[in-house]
Structure formats: C-alpha cells, structure tokens
C-alpha cells in the first residue's frame, strides 16, 4: 500500500481472463437458480393437476355409476342371469364398520 495525498492506493494484480470468468461464475449460478426454481415450480403444478385429475376422475365415476343405477331401474327387467352377463357378482361376506362420531351415525 502507498499512502498519497490522504489516498490509499492497493494494487491488485489480476489474471487476463479473469474478469471473463468471473462474468461466466455470475451468470451460471443465477442460471441454475431459475432453472431449480423452474423445475420445482413445475414439480408443484404437476402435483396439482394429479389431484385435480383424481378428483375429476372419481366424479366420473361416481357419475358413471349413477346412470347405471337409473338405467337398471328404468328397465325394470335385470335378472341374475343378465347381470351375470353383464359382469356383476352377488356381494357376499359384507362387513360394517361403525366409525364413533361419524356423519349420520345415531348416538343412544
């Protein structure tokens, strides 16, 4: 260090390329930071649109049934014979389980 004039003078010797580099550094590291937050971002909305997808496939189906169920009561004329065809079993072996507290369950 020289001291002249109350200033303060370092002197720093860099490499040619040095400044380059340091450039390149930067920008890498701020590129893999909005590339991590990209994916993860898209990881996020990926994760969404699976619920929204199993939400909207259990309505379908709870739909599917529904119609089903009206179809068999309008035609009146299901026997064991044609829901056999139609790939339905008898249920057998049927167990309940009463949950305390739940929804609609009676208390007394």
């Known amino acids: ?19 380059y580099l340091l450039h390149v550094l930067i920008l ?7 590339g991590y937050t990209y994916f993860v971002s898209l990881s ?19 739909e599917v049934g529904l119609l089903e169920q009206e179809y068999f009561e309008l035609t009146k004329a299901i026997t064991p014979a044609i829901a056999s065809n ?16 739940a929804v609609g369950s009676a208390q007394g």
């Open 44 to 62: 996020i909305f990926n994760v969404i649109a699976h619920k929204e997808a199993i939400a909207a496939s259990e309505k379908l189906q709870s």
């Open 28 to 34: 890498g590291i701020v590129l893999t930071i909005v």
């Open 86 to 101: 139609l790939g339905m079993t008898k249920t057998s072996d049927t167990t309940f389980v009463r949950k305390p507290g």
């Open 1 to 19: 260090m020289h001291r002249k004039d109350n200033h303060i003078f370092i002197r720093v010797n860099a490499l040619p390329g040095e400044h």
